[in-house]
């Protein structure tokens, strides 16, 4: 990525010491022990400490037994700390959102609350690699709740490998977490830039193009059949650029972008209400929140921002197999 400000969610440092995952001995001490922390969730939404203006998601045992955590607690990482590295734990909590929605302790000044990641990204409050800590958090805690049976035999099945497994006592079958590929496309002719509004869209914002990769497809073959199923614009030589967690629940945007073979859109599947050519200029208009009928892109937190900023600012694609 350039210079700029890179997508929220792609910033995270923790050593994931998966070479220690089936060491049970050592992930009990390392969960004992005092300077250990907690990512907690409640549902999709991470507890936040708020401290004046600054905001923390990073807890103490004590508050993740009080919050009633769950046992399932999985190890996200090591990070470093002022004294070597300190674990990082997630986990769901039981308590209900007025519970947690309360001052920590009576002489604190401290509170939590329930954030949701777009609404933290957005902000952009937290420290630097927070919100890639949330990503990995967010999405292996969808994962575990979502994947708590079987699909082999229907089985209840039980964590292991501190999270990133989940076997199956009656079968034997193990199951790992799933990241599902999405291409995400700045498709451009000389100055010219294609553009869509999905239906789910605010009024106002377009965006590139993007859809889910297919079985045994290539990044470059998803990108050209995503943008004729959708738009019926042909495209020839596509290069990926970037690439951002994205866990809603848990996707791996691969940001390309790609040369036109053809001009002309015919909407084709339900995923479009509209798709238009923009000329540069008036990309940097919206881009910049200045275009004169109010037309708009995504924010930065997203990768389809950053491409669109890149092709604005960097001059059109030269995409090459």
């Known amino acids: 990525m350039s210079a700029d400000r890179p997508p ?34 409640a549902g999709d939404r991470p507890v936040v400490a708020i401290d004046g203006e600054a905001l923390r998601i990073r807890h103490g045992a004590g508050l993740a037994k009080s919050l009633g955590a769950s046992e399932e607690t999985m190890l996200l990482g090591l990070e470093r700390a002022e ?3 300190r674990p ?24 939590l609350k329930l954030i949701d990641l777009r609404s933290l990204a957005m902000q952009g409050t937290l420290p630097d690699g927070d919100t890639g800590l949330l990503a990995q958090a967010r999405s292996l805690s969808h994962w575990h709740a979502t994947h708590r049976f079987c699909s082999r035999c ?10 990133y497994r989940r076997d199956c006592p009656a079968c034997s079958a193990p199951h790992f977490p799933r990241t599902d590929p999405v291409v995400i496309m700045l498709i451009a002719e000389g100055d010219m830039a294609l553009l869509g509004r999905p239906h789910r869209l605010a009024e106002g914002v377009y965006t590139t193009l993007a859809g889910f990769m297919e079985p045994g497809e290539t990044i470059e073959q998803a990108v050209r059949r995503e943008v004729k199923e959708e738009a019926g614009v042909a495209v ?34 339900d995923e479009l209400e509209d798709c238009r050519w923009f000329a540069r200029e008036e990309v940097r208009q919206m881009l910049e929140g200045r275009h004169p009928g109010g037309l708009r892109v ?8 950053w491409l669109i900023r890149r092709w604005v600012h960097d001059g059109a694609p030269s995409a090459t197999d």
């Open 236 to 269: 020839g030589p596509v290069r990926l650029l970037a690439n951002q967690p994205w866990p809603f629940p848990a996707s791996l945007m691969l940001g390309c972008e790609g040369e036109a073979a053809s001009r002309e859109i015919r909407l084709g599947d």
């Open 8 to 41: 929220a969610y792609c910033d995270n440092a923790l050593d994931r010491a998966a070479e220690r995952r089936d060491d049970v001995a050592w992930l009990a001490e390392q969960k004992a022990r005092k300077d250990a922390v907690f990512i907690l969730l």
């Open 88 to 111: 990082v734990f997630c986990a769901q909590v039981s308590a209900a959102v007025e519970e947690i929605e309360a001052d920590i302790e009576a002489a604190s000044s401290s509170a």
């Open 154 to 163: 229907g089985h209840e099945t039980t964590m292991a490998q501190a999270g």
């Open 83 to 85: 004294e070597g590295t």
């Open 298 to 305: 995504p924010p930065p937190i997203s990768i389809a921002h």
